[in-house]
């Protein structure tokens, strides 16, 4: 995704964030949301990740004269596995965050974007190969980004809406900045990849499946006029979707989609998705209130 335009139509400044200048943007994001309450954010993979270590089997079926992956909750299982190991595997990735009012405004006009990763010996020499030059400066560690949001209780907060227009893709590289067992459940399984983006983004919404699956009542996608236009429409496009009052109803079915982790099609993910606003912030005070205690 592109960085986002002001409403008067100038592009936004990029500010790169590499370890010796992150806990100075880091502060300085952290006093924006309650102003500039959408976080819209993207992740780019500068290299192919290291060797996977899971092994499972898509299953195909034959027709036309072509391969199709069936779309069944193995397959959807093993793909957020897939996707899992991958996030988990990446040598180092860049992570774009825009912060916006609801009138489309850039918060400081700017739009960060961290370098972040801890490369391996490895992977110093990979790029050696490749006849890439190490960078002069150090990459950010994403577990630094993930406290730093939670401090400043950008996640966890129905009040903060985050938009991704790659799905679970960029959730997967966003939510392992939290990454920890008594944070974060392994999100292997896409039950628990679900629960976690859930939790940790509870207003969570994925412009490409606005703008391609229709809604539960057969209607067109909200974003389907902007889909052609690219990401820049999708997102002014769903910013005059959050004005209009009719936004929650519409919403309903679209929040925390996100393409590559499947839809309503277990008992579980349909009792999580149709959680309101209010009875998950109360599950979620709940969890905090007992992480406290321990």
């Known amino acids: 995704m592109p960085p986002p335009v002001h409403a008067a139509g100038e592009q936004a400044r990029v500010v790169d964030v590499w370890a010796d200048n992150e806990e100075e943007e880091l502060a300085r994001i952290s006093g924006l949301f309650a102003d500039f309450p959408i976080a819209v954010v993207a992740t780019y993979e500068d290299l192919p990740s290291r060797p996977l270590r899971h092994n499972g089997r898509l299953e195909l079926s034959f027709s036309?004269?072509?391969?199709?992956?069936?779309?069944?909750?193995?397959?959807?299982?093993?793909?957020?596995?897939?996707?899992h190991d991958r996030s988990r595997a990446v040598r180092f990735y860049r992570l774009v965050l825009a912060l916006l009012d609801r009138d489309g405004r850039v918060a400081l006009g700017r739009v960060?974007?961290?370098?972040?990763?801890a490369p391996l010996p490895?992977?110093?020499?990979?790029?050696?190969?490749?006849?890439?030059?190490?960078?002069?400066?150090?990459?950010?560690?994403?577990?630094?980004?993930?406290?730093?949001?939670?401090?400043?209780?950008?996640?966890?907060?129905?009040?903060?809406?985050?938009?991704?227009?790659?799905?679970?893709?960029?959730?997967?590289?966003?939510?392992?900045?939290?990454?920890?067992?008594?944070?974060?459940?392994?999100?292997?399984?896409?039950?628990?990849?679900?629960?976690?983006?859930?939790?940790?983004?509870?207003?969570?919404?994925?412009?490409?499946?606005?703008?391609?699956?229709?809604?539960?009542?057969?209607?067109?996608?909200?974003?389907?006029?902007?889909?052609?236009?690219?990401?820049?429409?999708?997102?002014?496009?769903?910013?005059?979707?959050?004005?209009?009052?009719?936004?929650?109803?519409?919403?309903?079915?679209?929040?925390?989609?996100?393409?590559?982790?499947?839809?309503?099609?277990?008992?579980?993910l349909v009792k999580l998705y149709k959680m309101t606003s209010q009875e998950l912030e109360s599950r979620l005070m709940a969890e905090l209130a007992g992480r406290t205690r321990r």
């Not at 072509?66 to 596995?81: E, F, G, I, K």
Request: charged share 25%; net charge negative; with cysteine.
């Open 64 to 83: 036309d004269d072509a391969y199709h992956v069936v779309l069944s909750q193995r397959n959807l299982d093993d793909q957020c596995a897939m996707m």
């Open 112 to 117: 960060w974007r961290f370098h972040v990763g």
């Open 122 to 268: 490895a992977d110093d020499r990979l790029l050696l190969e490749l006849g890439v030059e190490r960078p002069a400066r150090r990459r950010v560690h994403r577990d630094h980004i993930g406290k730093a949001l939670t401090r400043c209780r950008a996640v966890q907060n129905t009040a903060v809406t985050w938009v991704t227009c790659d799905g679970a893709e960029d959730v997967y590289h966003l939510m392992n900045c939290f990454y920890h067992p008594q944070v974060v459940r392994d999100m292997s399984l896409r039950k628990d990849f679900v629960w976690n983006a859930r939790s940790f983004f509870p207003q969570l919404y994925d412009l490409r499946f606005l703008a391609e699956w229709r809604t539960l009542a057969g209607e067109e996608p909200p974003l389907a006029a902007a889909r052609a236009a690219g990401p820049a429409a999708l997102l002014r496009g769903f910013l005059a979707l959050m004005k209009e009052p009719t936004f929650e109803e519409k919403m309903e079915g679209y929040t925390g989609i996100l393409y590559g982790v499947g839809h309503l099609d277990t008992p579980d």
